[in-house]
């Protein structure tokens, strides 16, 4: 493969999670000399393993999204990974009732609720999903591919699309659409469970959420060998291009210079310079000044706005009881209590929703003795904790006892070190507060507060599930594409300002660069 000609400037990327990854592989493959500093052995951020265990996201949806990123660079995404379309997108179970399946077919859905709920309750999913379709159709240019969306572009485009506004339920709750649309309170509790893919509460989260249903009904994939493997797969084809991965790097300070950045100090004192930075980390750690005084006046808004969840993560292996799991399961608990509202309060629920990932299921292949697990329960941020301990015991009473109500087992049960909780996801990811989705998802206009690429010191760019459009690994990858055109739009600008003024020449091999990059990385 060509090796790039590093004529177009000095990047360093600060974390090589899916965001970092997703900017740093355009620029490289543009001829930018770019560094990806990472703190952790391996890249992924979020994307890491316990044990030999997925540990972060289980959900790859929005497909197009990853196989542009390979496409813009010239590359087939299923070249570098395989990928496994999953038949069933989860399997659902109550204390009294289930499993309930979904599929990635509106009708066999609406067969499947029909069969467990009757015949309202599928009359009432096919409207609930046609809304969800026309409101993720209506909010995916505008909005996830638009760099800096504001109210007025968004009022606009709601004004030329009417129907939208009844749509988006303004001014309601995800809670409030959903008991409007299902009679059934356990369909109410299933579709509101997509807000904690965002981190939040569908109790306060605004009804536009519902589309995240319709993210997922359109196709749910496995990442043979587990969704780290994505993230190794983007590294690997970055370093094939000639960008550099450092691990163990951790970066100590942003250094600036005439009112922009010029480089990164390590912890090890080293000294590195660059034309960009972008920090692919929560951006709460630059606010809280965790990387210096310079950048601590960037995304000042996630100091002022509450954090998303956090959750308890086990990843461990064992082998489960005969109950007939797939990849993805979920276990709620009674529809008649309110988990929210312990989260909310500060508390860990007493009892949970808990999300299990069989990952060894759903892949193609023999099913083994001993399996991979990984089981996800929704809790508040250290932001937000009451006086209540959150140790082992606590944990995995909340978590396995529970279980076994359902039938479910494992032998043997996971020990402490199978274990993340708040306190351990903001050591991980420093300024986070253990949130796993940044700023919560609350409110009308949350999604539009978020921090995006570009920030108020030049050379300085943000990626990441922290950053817009959110939270997710697609949203994560799509913040990267942001990022990576806000620099080659940037950098191209400089350069034709500098041949302004030095022959009055104009430029056009970037300009066409910047282009291309806007096209190519559409999905």
Same mark, same amino acid.
């Given at each position: 493969?060509?090796?790039?000609?590093?004529?177009?400037?000095?990047?360093?990327?600060?974390?090589?999670?899916?965001?970092?990854?997703?900017?740093?592989?355009?620029?490289?493959?543009?001829?930018?000399?770019?560094?990806?500093?990472?703190?952790?052995? $391996?890249?992924?951020?979020?994307?890491?393993? $316990?044990?030999?265990?997925?540990?972060?996201?289980?959900?790859?949806?929005?497909?197009?999204?990853?196989?542009?990123?390979?496409?813009?660079?010239?590359?087939?995404?299923?070249?570098?990974?395989?990928?496994?379309?999953?038949?069933?997108?989860?399997?659902?179970?109550?204390?009294?009732?289930?499993?309930?399946?979904?599929?990635?077919?509106?009708?066999?859905?609406?067969?499947?609720?029909?069969?467990?709920?009757?015949?309202?309750?599928?009359?009432?999913?096919?409207?609930?999903?046609?809304?969800?379709?026309?409101?993720?159709?209506?909010?995916?240019?505008?909005?996830?591919?638009?760099?800096?969306?504001?109210?007025?572009?968004?009022?606009?485009?709601?004004?030329?699309?009417?129907?939208?506004?009844?749509?988006?339920?303004?001014?309601?709750?995800?809670?409030?659409?959903?008991?409007?649309?299902?009679?059934?309170?356990?369909?109410?509790?299933?579709?509101?469970?997509?807000?904690?893919?965002?981190?939040?509460?569908?109790?306060?989260?605004?009804?536009?959420?519902?589309?995240?249903?319709?993210?997922?009904?359109?196709?749910?994939?496995?990442?043979?060998?587990?969704?780290?493997?994505?993230?190794?797969?983007?590294?690997?084809?970055?370093?094939?291009?000639?960008?550099?991965?450092?691990?163990?790097?951790?970066?100590?300070?942003?250094?600036?210079?005439?009112?922009?950045?010029?480089?990164?100090?390590?912890?090890?004192?080293?000294?590195?310079?660059?034309?960009?930075?972008?920090?692919?980390?929560?951006?709460?750690?630059?606010?809280?000044?965790?990387?210096?005084?310079?950048?601590?006046?960037?995304?000042?808004?996630?100091?002022?706005?509450?954090?998303?969840?956090?959750?308890?993560?086990?990843?461990?292996?064992?082998?489960?009881?005969?109950?007939?799991?797939?990849?993805?399961?979920?276990?709620?608990?009674?529809?008649?209590?309110?988990?929210?509202?312990?989260?909310?309060?500060?508390?860990?629920?007493?009892?949970?929703?808990?999300?299990?990932?069989?990952?060894?299921?759903?892949?193609?292949?023999?099913?083994?003795?001993?399996?991979?697990?990984?089981?996800?329960?929704?809790?508040?941020?250290?932001?937000?904790?009451?006086?209540?301990?959150?140790?082992?015991?606590?944990?995995?009473?909340?978590?396995?006892?529970?279980?076994?109500?359902?039938?479910?087992?494992?032998?043997?049960?996971?020990?402490?070190?199978?274990?993340?909780?708040?306190?351990?996801?903001?050591?991980?990811?420093?300024?986070?507060?253990?949130?796993?989705?940044?700023?919560?998802?609350?409110?009308?206009?949350?999604?539009?507060?978020?921090?995006?690429?570009?920030?108020?010191?030049?050379?300085?760019?943000?990626?990441?599930?922290?950053?817009?459009?959110?939270?997710?690994?697609?949203?994560?990858?799509?913040?990267?594409?942001?990022?990576?055109?806000?620099?080659?739009?940037?950098?191209?600008?400089?350069?034709?300002?500098?041949?302004?003024?030095?022959?009055?020449?104009?430029?056009?091999?970037?300009?066409?660069?910047?282009?291309?990059?806007?096209?190519?990385?559409?999905?």
């Amino acid at each position: 493969m060509k090796k790039p000609r590093h004529n177009a400037g000095r990047v360093i990327v600060i974390g090589a999670g899916i965001g970092g990854l997703a900017t740093a592989l355009p620029l490289v493959h543009r001829g930018f000399d770019v560094t990806v500093l990472e703190r952790h052995a $391996v890249p992924g951020g979020k994307m890491r393993q $316990v044990n030999g265990v997925d540990a972060g996201p289980t959900v790859l949806t929005m497909l197009g999204v990853f196989e542009s990123l390979f496409a813009d660079v010239g590359e087939v995404l299923s070249d570098h990974v395989t990928l496994i379309p999953q038949d069933i997108l989860a399997r659902h179970w109550w204390p009294d009732s289930g499993p309930l399946d979904l599929f990635p077919d509106r009708d066999r859905s609406a067969d499947a609720i029909g069969a467990f709920a009757g015949s309202t309750s599928k009359t009432e999913f096919l409207r609930f999903a046609d809304r969800a379709a026309r409101l993720f159709d209506g909010f995916h240019d505008p909005m996830m591919l638009q760099a800096e969306p504001s109210l007025g572009t968004l009022t606009t485009h709601v004004m030329k699309n009417p129907s939208l506004i009844r749509d988006m339920g303004v001014g309601q709750t995800l809670k409030r659409l959903l008991s409007n649309s299902f009679t059934d309170p356990r369909l109410r509790q299933l579709f509101g469970r997509y807000a904690t893919y965002v981190g939040g509460s569908p109790d306060r989260s605004p009804a536009l959420l519902s589309l995240i249903w319709d993210a997922e009904a359109r196709g749910v994939w496995c990442v043979k060998g587990g969704m780290s493997n994505l993230a190794k797969a983007i590294a690997k084809l970055f370093e094939a291009k000639g960008g550099k991965v450092k691990t163990h790097a951790t970066v100590k300070k942003i250094n600036t210079a005439f009112g922009g950045v010029s480089g990164v100090t390590l912890a090890s004192g080293e000294t590195l310079y660059a034309d960009h930075i972008v920090f692919n980390g929560d951006p709460r750690a630059l606010a809280l000044g965790l990387l210096g005084e310079a950048p601590s006046k960037t995304a000042t808004i996630t100091k002022k706005r509450a954090r998303s969840h956090s959750a308890n993560v086990w990843s461990f292996q064992a082998t489960p009881s005969n109950i007939p799991l797939v990849h993805h399961n979920v276990f709620f608990c009674d529809p008649s209590k309110n988990e929210f509202a312990e989260i909310e309060r500060g508390y860990i629920p007493s009892d949970p929703t808990l999300y299990v990932c069989a990952e060894d299921r759903g892949q193609d292949m023999p099913q083994p003795k001993t399996e991979r697990f990984e089981i996800i329960m929704n809790t508040p941020p250290l932001t937000q904790r009451a006086a209540q301990p959150e140790d082992y015991e606590l944990c995995h009473t909340r978590t396995f006892p529970p279980l076994r109500h359902f039938g479910l087992s494992f032998s043997p049960e996971p020990g402490p070190d199978s274990l993340t909780t708040a306190k351990g996801f903001d050591a991980l990811f420093p300024g986070s507060a253990g949130s796993l989705y940044g700023q919560t998802p609350h409110g009308m206009t949350a999604a539009l507060e978020r921090p995006t690429a570009r920030t108020k010191i030049k050379g300085l760019y943000l990626a990441g599930g922290g950053t817009h459009p959110g939270a997710g690994v697609p949203m994560a990858a799509l913040s990267g594409r942001h990022a990576a055109e806000a620099i080659v739009k940037d950098q191209t600008s400089t350069s034709k300002s500098r041949k302004t003024v030095t022959r009055g020449g104009t430029l056009t091999g970037s300009a066409a660069t910047a282009s291309a990059l806007s096209r190519s990385s559409g999905s």
